[in-house]
Structures are given as structure tokens and as C-alpha cells.
């Protein structure tokens, strides 16, 4: 017996409960019971009724550094952590977007370095301005970019490179991160989870 | 016992045999869940273990029930003191006692509710800690701070609960004004109770970027995210309702086991405010979910889609066919109220009650229309598309929103109409008022009705961000104008009709049952919703489930637990509040045995005070 039939002839049950109930049964709150099954029954009824869709998630990969043979490689990788792990596109955008909450960061590897694009990952702050719009020594305007480097992102020098390389990949630029500098340790040899993009 | 690392064992291992699930679940419950969560904390703690699980039983399975009924419990508490106060601050006002012991009255369902509320989110925490250490590590380590402040929320709303309960007799008088002052106080707690953990909830489908900073400030960016607001009036609305539906639902049963005249009275008049204070929420509730669904579109247009035209979709046609016969529900015992409690209304409002009633079925009939009708290649053909010629017309936002709109309108004017049943207006400008109100109701209709149709012709953007507004804006402006005016004409008027209350026929009480399992059960549904439109993460985009329940089930499967959580939920309620009255139960037999059979009889209400339980 498939799922939804079994779950139809609980259902059936359930409301024949309740009908036997009020047909049979005198006293209130019992009744109100009975009643409420039939309810609740005629709900999950219809519920079953119309088509069954269930959602199933993707598949996981795993980046595993043993595999990377190419510059290409790294891009795919960085890809998928730039919609996963890294979050970056819960506020960048690439190409225009008016839900962005970020600059968009389309081309954006042909216009920064690679050095320039990992500082920016790793230590935001370094080319804010300070703001001087008040009394007293100068502050730093709060960077709204996180430490992508540290908790709670935390991504590693391997995935901060492959991200590096997917954004000059998908600007139409050589991608300058070579397979050889991803490190052979003992942390980067352990396969890590990366989530499909959406 | 299962313990499940970071490796994921595969998506779809937990699918097969689910449906054994619905059986294994009850006799679980009924063995008693706390054994069985010992088994599950008897593991050692491993830093590496993201999931634990019983099999047989599953942990979503287990979380799902708890968090439930946590939730509809939670509800209940916190959407019954607001109309707790304003019901006694009508009281206090009028002078009308019956509307402090009605105040009196919901504070006692309340404080007996309060304690089990309290004891689920207990079980639930247990449940979070022990089945998904991984996420729970990751938000203590993001909420940390408001895990304290909801701490001392919970401390001043328990104290500030106790003082309001138990001081209600002995701050009748001279402290009045003090006993609303903390009626106040309470609200105050219970509305910041609600939002705290609704950042935490909100954060899981609407993640933001945290930067570096204090503990403070990291948890203070988490709490803002965007669905925060929207999730935060939406509940508060949706908790009045809830607890106007319950509270009637309980009137309802308890008029139906009425023993003399007097409680019948009591419980119809009861029933009545449950139902008004029902519809009076429910009527602004699509305006706040109208404003999440946008938020969450504005958010991520990829969730938007999987709740509204993926493998949700059909959710929401579940969702018109319980909000339509809520609607129904609530007018129709509006209509009972006009035939039977105002005698000789019933031929007057015959007609208008049976346009209300087609226009509302109608509406109905558009609002559960499929956008897209799941269909073979043959059938397909057959319809030209896979939208039907005609019915995919209705199906879509545009005539959705219409008929919401216009469903609205019809269940204000039913109010209205049982508002006016029975009076005869006095005034000189009587009926330039009631022109206006005729004019404004059916200009609006008729705007609603063209800003629908023409919605089918411009961009989406445009509809949804100008012309959806507007008709929301209509409605509201409606409601504003002839309320007033309403009861600006009714002050002046003369009662030709005595309301006669306790005259209900038994299916009055049926249908207050009925509005409250449809609240309950959308509240379930909506859940489901919320849960499964992050799809397979624990939070959207940020972290993933890897564990064996990472699909979202089907919806029949999901149905049956929510009407299971329903039932129980319903079961619990009960409970509690036939303990909550046996006291006082036991009180009236004894003040009847006494020799004081006309005041005794007075059952539950109140607490009791003699001098409260004067008949008005």
C-alpha cells in the first residue's frame, strides 16, 4: 500500500470516528470531538486530494583538492561556494539587481587585483575612509562586508582562491589562480561540503 | 539512537515508510516523550555530531509536534491578554461589570495556559539541543544575548502575570488604575516575548551578513533581518485571532453543556465577543501576510517562488479553502446571531445575508483556483495550455487579491449589519449617513473590482507594488470611515429589539468550534509553509540540513500531522481548561448545596468573587 493510501484510509477512519460519534454518542463535548475529527479528517482528505509534490534537496558535492586538475576546476568550485558556503550572494549581485543589497559584482575581476580582491575578503576595513563627521578622533565607518575568512562564514585559503578565480572567470578574464597554489594540508585534503546554488 | 555526523547519509533515506509514521507517533506519545528523550540525550556530547535522531520515530517528526503545539499554545498566551485588557478597560469605562468577569475570565484560561506553554518550549529546547546540536551551536553563538533577554522577559512576564491574576479582586477599587497599569505591563512583556524568539525563527529564512563586532552587536544585526517586522506584526495579529477563535470555541462548548438559562446567557454573550475579537483581527491579517510575501519576495525572489509557484503552490489553494470557510464560518454566525438573538430581524436581512453568502461563495470559488492545473499532455491538449481557458483567468495574484479584498468588505458589512440589527436610527443626518456609508461601500467595491481587472494588464511590478496597495488601502478605508460613522448613528439610536442572548440554536456552538479548529489549522499549515520555503537549509543559504529529513514531505503527508497537532493541541486546550474550571465547578455545587442555588449556579466565571457574579 502506497503512503497516500494509507494515509486515505486513516483519513476514512478518522471521519467514520467521528460520524459513529455523533450518530451514536449523547454526550456534548464528546460529540464536539467527533465533530472536530470529522473536520480535521475532511482536511487531510482534500489535502491528499490534490497532486503530491515533495521537495527533495540536491545532491552534495565535495571539494576535494585531490581533484582539482585545472584553472577551470578552481572556477566551478569557487562558484558554488560564492552561492553557498561563502553567502556572498545573500547581498552581491551579479549583474544589476534591485534586491541587492551590495555592489554588484559583475566584472568586477577585471577591474581588482587578485592581491586586491583577497585583502578585501580577508580584512574589509583596510581601504575604508574614515569618517570624520563628528567631534573627536576619527572612526571607522562599520563595515557592513564580513571577515569572510573568519567565523561565521570561515572560509579557508583554498575556497577564498577558488571564489578569486570564479570571479575572474566569469568576467572574461585569465583566471591567475593557479591548481598548484591550492595547499596540500592535512585541514584542505579533508573533503568539504558545498551546497548546490540555488 | 542515531548520531550523525557532517557526512550526509542521503536526502531521500527517510522517505520510505513515512506514512507508518502517523501510527508509530501516537504510541509514542501515548508511552510519554520524556523516556524517550533521555534515550536520545544518553549520548555522549561529540563536537563532531551534527544530528541525532530515534529511528522509527525521526527527530523532525518529534520537533515538529513539540514545536507546534509549543507555538499554538504560545500564541494563545500571548494574543489573550491584549483583549483580556481591553475588555476590562471597557469595563472599567462602562461601568459594566460583565465585562470585567469577562476579562476575569480569559485571564484564567490564560494563567492555566501559561504554564504548559512554558513547559513545551522547555521540552522543545531539549529536543533542539539534542537533535541538532550543530545548528543550535550556531545560533546560541549569534543570539546569544537574546537568549538572556528572553530569559528576563519570561521572569518579569510571569511575575507581572501573577500580580495581574491575583491582585484582580484586591485591586478592584482605589487600585483599578493600577491593575490596568499592569494589564499594560503585560502586554508590554508578551509582545517583546514574541518578537525575540521570532528573530531567531526570521534568521533561519532571512539570513543577513554578520560582521565582526560585539556579541551585542552581532546579535543585534542577526535580529534585524528583513522578515523580522513583517513576521512580528503578522503574528501579533494572528495570535488576537487565535485567541479569539479558542476563547470562543470554549463559550461555544460550554454553551452547548449549559444546564440553566443563566449560563447559557453567559456563554452565547461569550461566544459572540470571542467571534467579534476573531473576525475584528482577522480582517487586517491578509493586509500583514500580503506584506510578508513581499518582503520575502524583495528578500529572495528564488523562496518567493518556491512558496508561491513551486512545489508549494498548492499549499495556498489549502490555504483559500480554510481562510474561505473561516470566512464563512464567522459570518455565518454573525447571521445566526441577527435571526435568532434579534427576534423579527430574520425576513429584514434574509435577502442581504443570501447576497453576502453567494457573493462570498464566488469569491471563494476564485480564490481556490489553480494558477496552473497539474495536467497530462492529453489533457493538456484538450484545455489548449496547461492553464484552462477559463479558469486560469482566476487563478492568478490579480484576481486573488480581489476577491480577498472583496471577501474582507462582505465580512466588515456583516458586522456592520448585526451592529445596526435591531435599532432604529434617530438622527437628523441618518440618512445622508447611511447614503455615504451605502456610497463609500460601493464605490470601494467597485474600484477593488477595477484595479483587479486592470491588474491584468500591466507589468507585475506595477500591480504589486501600486495597485495591490491601493486596494488594500480601500478596504482600510472603509473600515475607518464607516465604523465611526456606525457608531456615531448608533449612539442616538433607539433600540426597537432587545438583543436576546441564550436563544442560540446548537450549531451556533458548532461553528465557533469550527473558526477555531480553521485558525489552529492554518496556523499549522502556515508553519509547514514558513519551514519548507527554506527548502533544504536550516538557514537559507547559510547552512545546510545534511541530515536524512533535508526534503520537505508532500502535503498530504504534512496535512495529516497537522491536523494530528490540531487534534492534540484541541485535546490539550480542553484539558487544561476543564482543570482551570473544575474549582470552580466544585465552588458553585457547593454554594448550590448551600442554599444558594441562583447565584451558585453560575459556574467557572471569574474566579468566583460573589460580588462580580451579580447578574447585570
Known sequence: MSEVALLQVIGLCVIGTGVSILLFVKARFVRVVGFVMIVLGLFSMTALGVPQMASLPPAEEKFDVANIKTASDMAAIGQKIFFSKGQCALCHSIGPSESARCPDLKGIGAKLSREFIFESLTQPQAYIYLDYRHEGPPKEYPARMPYINKNPIGLSKNEILSVIAFLQQMSGEPITVSPEEITQTAQATTPVAIAHAQ | ?616
Open chain 2, 1 to 616: 539512537m542515531m548520531n550523525q555526523g557532517d557526512d550526509p547519509t542521503g536526502g531521500t533515506a527517510g522517505e520510505q515508510g513515512r506514512g507508518a509514521w502517523l501510527a508509530g507517533l501516537l504510541v509514542f506519545l501515548a508511552l510519554g516523550v520524556m523516556p524517550l528523550v533521555g534515550l536520545a540525550q544518553d549520548v555522549p556530547a561529540a563536537s563532531a555530531t551534527a544530528y541525532r535522531d530515534i529511528p522509527g520515530l525521526g527527530s523532525r517528526n518529534m520537533v515538529w509536534v513539540v514545536a507546534q503545539l509549543h507555538l499554538l499554545l504560545a500564541g494563545f498566551v500571548l494574543g489573550v491578554p491584549i483583549f483580556a485588557w481591553l475588555c476590562e478597560i471597557v469595563g472599567w469605562k462602562t461601568g459594566e461589570k460583565r465585562y470585567d468577569k469577562l476579562a476575569k475570565e480569559f485571564t484564567k484560561l490564560l494563567t492555566s495556559s501559561y504554564a504548559t506553554t512554558a513547559l513545551f518550549g522547555g521540552i522543545l529546547l531539549f529536543l533542539l539541543i539534542g537533535f541538532y546540536p550543530k545548528l543550535m551551536n550556531y545560533l546560541a553563538d549569534v543570539f546569544f544575548p537574546s537568549f538572556i533577554v528572553y530569559c528576563l522577559l519570561f521572569l518579569v512576564e510571569t511575575a507581572t502575570l501573577y500580580l495581574y491574576w491575583y491582585g484582580w479582586d484586591a485591586m478592584q477599587d482605589s487600585k483599578k488604575g493600577l491593575h490596568l497599569f499592569l494589564g499594560f505591563l503585560l502586554n508590554v512583556f508578551a509582545f517583546f516575548i514574541m518578537i525575540v524568539p521570532n528573530s531567531w525563527a526570521t534568521f533561519q529564512a532571512s539570513p543577513v551578513v554578520i560582521s565582526e563586532g560585539t556579541d551585542l552587536q552581532r546579535a543585534w544585526a542577526a535580529t534585524w533581518n528583513p522578515t523580522w517586522w513583517p513576521v512580528n506584526i503578522h503574528r501579533l495579529i494572528a495570535n488576537v485571532v487565535l485567541g479569539g477563535y479558542i476563547c470562543g470555541a470554549y463559550a461555544g462548548i460550554r454553551y452547548l453543556s449549559a444546564k440553566n438559562e443563566e449560563e447559557r446567557e453567559h456563554y452565547d454573550w461569550m461566544g459572540y465577543v470571542g467571534n467579534f475579537i476573531g473576525v475584528f483581527g482577522l480582517l487586517p491579517l491578509p493586509f500583514a501576510g500580503y506584506w510578508l510575501m513581499r518582503e520575502i519576495y524583495q528578500y529572495n525572489q528564488q523562496m518567493g517562488i518556491t512558496l508561491m509557484g513551486g512545489f508549494l503552490s498548492w499549499l495556498f489553494i489549502l490555504q483559500a479553502m480554510l481562510i474561505g470557510v473561516l470566512f464563512l464560518g464567522s459570518n455565518y454566525y454573525f447571521w445566526l446571531g441577527i435571526t435568532h438573538r434579534i427576534p423579527g430581524s430574520e425576513v429584514k436581512y434574509r435577502k442581504p445575508m443570501m447576497a453576502m453568502l453567494i457573493i462570498l461563495l464566488l469569491c471563494l470559488g476564485v480564490w481556490m483556483t489553480p494558477h496552473s492545473l497539474v495536467a497530462s499532455l492529453e489533457e493538456a491538449r484538450k484545455m489548449g495550455g496547461t492553464h484552462h481557458p477559463l479558469l486560469g483567468v482566476f487563478g492568478v495574484m490579480s484576481a486573488k487579491m480581489t476577491v480577498a479584498n472583496l471577501m474582507i468588505l462582505v465580512t466588515f458589512m456583516s458586522f456592520i449589519m448585526y451592529w445596526r440589527a435591531g435599532k432604529e436610527e434617530t438622527a437628523t443626518w441618518a440618512k445622508v449617513a447611511r447614503s455615504l456609508m451605502g456610497g463609500v461601500l460601493g464605490v470601494a467595491a467597485i474600484v477593488v473590482i477595477v484595479l483587479g481587472v486592470w491588474g491584468y494588464f500591466v507589468p507585475a511590478i506595477v500591480r504589486i507594488n501600486y495597485f495591490s496597495v491601493a486596494q488594500v488601502l480601500i478596504v482600510l478605508f472603509v473600515m475607518l470611515t464607516i465604523t465611526p460613522l456606525t457608531a456615531l448613528l448608533l449612539r442616538s439610536a433607539k433600540t426597537t429589539t432587545e438583543m436576546v442572548w441564550g436563544k442560540m440554536p446548537p450549531r451556533a456552538g458548532y461553528a465557533l468550534v469550527l473558526n477555531a479548529v480553521m485558525v489552529i489549522l492554518l496556523m499549522t499549515l502556515m508553519g509547514y509553509a514558513r519551514s519548507s520555503s527554506r527548502v533544504h537549509w536550516h538557514i537559507y543559504g547559510v547552512m545546510r540540513d545534511s541530515s536524512q529529513y533535508a526534503y520537505s514531505p508532500a502535503l498530504g503527508y504534512a496535512a495529516a500531522f497537522m491536523s494530528l497537532n490540531t487534534f492534540l493541541f484541541c485535546m490539550l486546550v480542553a484539558f487544561i481548561f476543564w482543570v482551570a474550571t473544575m474549582g470552580d465547578k466544585a465552588k458553585a455545587n457547593d454554594a448550590g448545596g448551600k442554599g444558594h442555588g441562583a447565584q451558585g449556579t453560575l459556574p467557572a466565571m471569574a474566579g468566583g468573587a460573589p460580588a462580580l457574579d451579580e447578574r447585570k
